[in-house]
């Protein structure tokens, strides 16, 4: 604890990553008086995951106007579920109205992180560096694309590719193209190319559960009338919100719920309903409870799958060949392109970066057992270091922007003990993170990510590594930081 006042200085801040919550953290920074401050990105364009997934048929899963700054509601979404390019170009608008281009720097990641008498000494990746008072790390957790070992995928002759790293210049018009993965990614893949593809091949590892989805576009009139009366807007984010919050964010936490066992109702119902031969019904038939992995939710994928020239292949890859993909019952499947949807390694964070916190603790050993952060936000050790979506916070269940509005909000609060000059260094204390991560591994038990299945949810020793509360405990953990919980000096 601080034994008093310290004298007073401007505080130089730096946001890692010009994505949604980069471009957040510098409009709120810019409002809360805190004018020095650089954004480090290491892209040539800002967006985060929507600037990364450009493959057929990206979409949002929460509904556009939830997936929206609530300072910054958009009356022209043609979509209830708006469309990735429609998303990196709300974004970018956002960026320009409020001037957050000008202060980003392009194409420049950070190598490493020391704190080093009291302040953080940047070094890029190409050389240049930077000494801050505090950094904000918006670097996101959908970012490292995960590829697979998958024997002989280097002797391919065709096209080959991440989702998250989509090439647009190769042809797909009667093409035979392959997809590993059965996520949401996959899914809209699937349904976006059946009718361009001359065939497509869906390996499935593991079936998925899907929600149905119906995706309306807003008329004419509606986006005049969400134009000329924005606070229609509001009280739609505010229904959604609230319904998302009851209906499936508090549901999933409490695996035995009634709302649980509606979700689960509805998805059965999905499939049971939309898929007509019983071989292929059987094989999308998950063993585990819906929403025990991310739930899938799509309108059009189990029609895409059923098309004469989609195939659903379950056995397993045994290697990848010049002509395709061999599986393990000894079959080729012939392919000209080959998607790996495999997702990401969602445990790096700020990673590959070396970030070296209070004298010299590393933040790999700090994490040595696997990322904890109070609060999704603070490191015991790493002091005036703020993540935003960081460890253990609600990234399976609710809207990521609603979360980061909620955190940056907390995080100025936790500057502005440095900025009166309360202390010069704050960070999560030892003892209150490792009871606060005690209580998360305790009540994840209880959650239906818990309950079965094999997820990216979960961690290394198999605990759901997500907000295992209700949302409406975010929103008052997020109120105001309980100053007991951190260490000042």
Known sequence: ???????????????????????????????????????????????????????????????????????????????????GAEIQAYFEGVAQRHAVNERIVFGTAIDQAEFVNGRWNLTTTDGR????????????????????HLDGIESFAGASFHSARWDHSVPLDGRRVGVIGTGSTAVQIVSALVDQCGAITMFQRTPQWIGPQENPAFSEAQIEQFKEHPEIITMMRDEISRGFADRFSN???????????????????HLEDSVHDPVLREKLRPDYRAACKRLVISGDFYSAIQKPNAELVTAGIQCIEPGGVRTVDGQLHELDVLVLATGFRVDRFMRPMNVVGRDGLLLDDAWAAGPVAMLSISVPDFPNLFMLNGPNGPVGN????????????????????????????????????????????????????????????????????????????????????????????
């Open 1 to 83: 604890m601080t034994n008093g006042a310290v004298a007073q200085r401007p505080l130089r801040f730096a946001i890692i990553g010009a994505g949604m919550s980069g471009i957040l953290s510098a409009i709120k920074l810019s409002e809360a008086g805190f004018d020095d401050y650089i954004v480090y990105e290491k892209a040539e364009r800002l967006g985060g995951t929507w600037r990364e997934n450009t493959y057929p048929g990206i979409a949002c899963d929460v509904p556009s106007h939830l997936y929206s700054y609530s300072f910054e509601p958009n009356p022209e979404w043609s979509h209830r579920f708006a469309p």
């Open 251 to 269: 549901a999933v936490i409490n695996a035995d719920s009634p709302e649980m066992q509606l979700i689960e109702a509805v998805c059965k119902a």
């Open 129 to 148: 560096t930077d000494t801050v008072d505090v950094i904000i790390a918006a670097t996101g957790v959908l970012h490292h694309p995960n590829i697979p």
């Open 398 to 489: 609710f809207s990521l922007i609603e979360v980061a509005e909620l955190q940056i909000a907390y995080v100025l609060e936790l500057v502005e003990e440095i900025s009166a000059g309360h202390c010069t260094q704050i960070s999560a204390g030892r003892e209150a993170t490792a009871a606060f991560d005690a209580a998360r591994k305790e009540a994840a038990k209880t959650t239906v990510w818990a309950t079965g299945c094999r997820s990216w949810y979960l961690d290394a020793d198999g605990i759901p590594a997500t907000w295992p509360w209700t949302f409406d405990r975010f929103r008052q953990e997020m109120a105001a930081p309980k100053m007991d919980h951190y260490e000042r000096i």
